[in-house]
């Protein structure tokens, strides 16, 4: 029998929007999958070491991550985004993840695939495109995507209805407005989430409403905004506006796009308490708590004078 | 209400900008008082933590004209974070309490021509689209001559026999431009001084020192913003070389941007965004044509240039090209740099000398 071929995959990144889709494509074309471990002080170390200082914490990280499956798979599967359309851009990071990857860790085998919709590269001919590389039966290739696309459908569904599930009870609910990437991190986010859990705070996720409804509401707070990522964490803010008692940003230093689209935010947003927090290497877990604890104070005060 | 008409400062590209909405718009055009530390620190008190340092000068740049007695401001701009910038200055300067019109010509990250004639055709009803081209294509020829003289400039006045000739003549020119000028006559004074140029009398010895800048445009073109690395330069008597510039921006871009790719395949399979593909491709082609070496410039925090960063030690690494990087914020002090530069200076000395 043949070996199976194995596919490294970084868990940073798109790796928190693709998961679902990835999984199922390559196990369907009868890959390995290999995940990195979550993130621990020690893939940040060998990110900060392996990058420029004033690079986001959310791409050191990835560096640690791809570092730590150089030698232990086949491929690295590492994705180059550009656009989704005209006016659906996205970071630049993204841009050149690929070749900032290829010329940092030259012995890296990386399998890569581009999405650039103005140039019509788009999903479907990228994903055939790897595909063949690891399978030569292009019926299977094409039957596995369209599978895993409809599993990863299912998938974004459940979130949602999760979510709205959460919008039916009383509790006190908080919005995250996050990358996927930096909330779901284990490094960057989850004390975060476990504060809330701890506190029987319901968290509604900015990232989990449906992208197409997201998008038309971005509408509301921002017309000249091109970054599709961003929008769709917006215009969850405009949907969810009326439901939650307070919003939370959570930012890696120094996002280029939050930077600019937060500000914006708290200043057009009046009438609920918002927060922006930003994590860096060093952030301390006690003076997060302290502020994650009195921005709480304030909703829950907020709340009984009602 | 009278229209007052302001727009942000970068390099001496306020005489075209000034030029074209002035003509276009038959409006009184308030220049903003030249980037000063002040300005900057007018901008930067106001600005997000971690934004990047346009962003600061350029708000600097509004809020002092404002305080003139300007009351529409323009911005355009686009490729990265810049594309941005217009909705979130808007909304800081209108809670600082000011009263405005802004207009913003990015449409989709990109300067909108026909955006610009619009808006310029409901200011001034007697404009036409004849007219509109004619003046567009006058302010690009100016744009253009000026690049080219520029050129002139970076590559001789390290070697001037009399200090500060080559000033004297770039001020005589400015004067010049900013009078009456019709096509014709922007022709001529580009021969004129074009001739000017070359009688200087310059002492070029064959084997100098050439150094390229490449980076972020911003901070590449407002010679405040990076502590007239220029002049420096060209006072330890070495020849600069520059691509950036707003001829190349505007105009060769769009043709030369695909062949790029092509040309740096062994470092790059795409673009990096924004000018981090030039950074990284005309690096190895210097590297390659037997530069002493380069000048990366970026302003604290630009994504696309971090991105090229990593590419870039590579190169150096694989050409033995001394590569210096600068990242400008708001709260740089000039010697740091000036005892950066020099270091460097000894170093491409040393090798040259090798």
Not at chain 1, 19 to 39: A, D, V
Not at chain 1, 144 to 155: N, P
Not at chain 2, 52 to 73: D, R, T
Not at chain 2, 77 to 104: S, W
């Amino acid at each position: 029998m043949r070996k199976k071929i194995k596919i490294g995959i970084p868990r940073a990144f798109l790796y928190y929007r693709y998961n679902i889709l990835w999984k199922n494509f390559f196990e369907m074309l009868g890959c390995n999958i290999i995940l990195s471990p979550e993130t621990n002080k020690d893939i940040v170390e060998i990110g900060k070491k392996y990058s420029i200082d004033e690079s986001c914490l959310a791409s050191k990280i990835y560096m640690g991550h791809v570092y730590s499956l150089i030698d232990k798979c086949d491929y690295i599967l590492i994705p180059r985004v550009a656009d989704y359309g005209k006016k659906d851009k996205v970071c630049v990071k993204f841009n050149g993840i690929y070749d900032v990857v290829k010329n940092t860790f030259p012995l890296a085998n990386i399998l890569d695939y581009n999405l650039e919709f103005t140039k019509w590269y788009n999903e479907f001919f990228a994903f055939l495109k790897i595909g063949f590389k690891v399978n030569k039966n292009i019926f299977k290739i094409l039957i596995s995507y369209f599978k895993a696309k409809r599993k990863e459908r299912q998938y974004n569904v459940s979130l949602m209805n999760s979510q709205k599930k959460i919008l039916r009870n009383n509790n006190l609910k908080i919005l995250i407005v996050a990358h996927p990437y930096n909330i779901y991190d284990k490094y960057i986010g989850e004390n975060i989430i476990n504060f809330f859990k701890h506190e029987e705070v319901d968290v509604l996720f900015a990232d989990r409403l449906e992208r197409k409804i997201a998008i038309s509401y971005a509408k509301d707070l921002s017309n000249t905004l091109y970054w599709k990522y961003s929008k769709e964490l917006i215009g969850a803010i405009s949907y969810y506006k009326e439901a939650v008692d307070g919003i939370i940003f959570v930012t890696a230093f120094p996002c280029g796009p939050d930077s600019l689209v937060n500000e914006l935010i708290l200043r057009k947003i009046k009438n609920i308490p918002i927060t922006n927090i930003i994590i860096d290497e060093s952030t301390a877990e006690a003076g997060l708590e302290t502020r994650l604890e009195s921005f709480l104070d304030i909703i829950k005060s907020r709340c009984n004078n009602e | 209400m009278n229209k007052k008409i302001t727009f942000p400062h970068m390099g001496d590209y306020y005489i075209p900008i000034s030029y074209l909405i002035k003509k276009i718009t038959k409006c009184e055009v308030i220049i903003p008082p030249f980037i000063t530390r002040k300005t900057i620190e007018i901008g930067s008190k106001y600005s997000p933590d971690f934004v990047c340092v346009p962003f600061k000068y350029n708000l600097g740049n509004f809020i002092e004209s404002l305080n003139m007695g300007a009351n529409v401001i323009l911005q355009a701009g686009g490729g990265c974070r810049y594309g941005y910038y217009a909705e979130l200055q808007e909304e800081i300067l209108r809670n600082l309490g000011y009263d405005f019109e802004f207009v913003n010509f990015i449409k989709d990250n990109h300067v909108s021509i026909i955006n610009i004639y619009k808006y310029a055709k409901k200011i001034n009803k007697k404009l036409n689209i004849f007219k509109y081209f004619y003046y567009l294509i006058n302010t690009i020829t100016m744009i253009i001559i000026m690049d080219s003289l520029g050129k002139n400039i970076r590559e001789n006045m390290g070697f001037e026999v009399e200090k500060g000739s080559f000033k004297k003549i770039q001020n005589e020119f400015f004067e010049e431009i900013k009078g009456k000028i019709g096509f014709i006559k922007l022709i001529k004074i580009y021969f004129k001084y074009k001739k000017k140029y070359n009688n200087c009398k310059i002492n070029k010895p064959k084997n100098h020192l050439k150094v390229a800048i490449v980076g972020e445009l911003y901070s590449i073109m407002e010679p405040f913003c990076s502590y007239n690395i220029e002049t420096k330069l060209a006072n330890m008597g070495i020849e600069v070389k520059r691509f950036t510039t707003l001829t190349y921006l505007l105009i060769v871009k769009k043709f030369k941007l695909p062949h790029l790719l092509k040309k740096g395949k062994k470092y790059l399979k795409y673009h990096l965004g924004a000018d981090a593909t030039e950074s990284v491709v005309l690096s190895y082609q210097l590297a390659q044509e037997g530069y002493d070496g380069i000048i990366h410039i970026k302003s604290f925090g630009c994504t696309p240039e971090i991105n090229a960063m990593p590419i870039l030690a590579k190169v150096s690494e694989d050409y033995g090209m001394p590569i210096i990087y600068f990242s400008f914020d708001a709260q740089d002090n000039e010697v740091g740099v000036d005892t950066r530069l020099e270091a460097f200076y000894d170093m491409i000395l040393d090798k040259k000398n090798k």
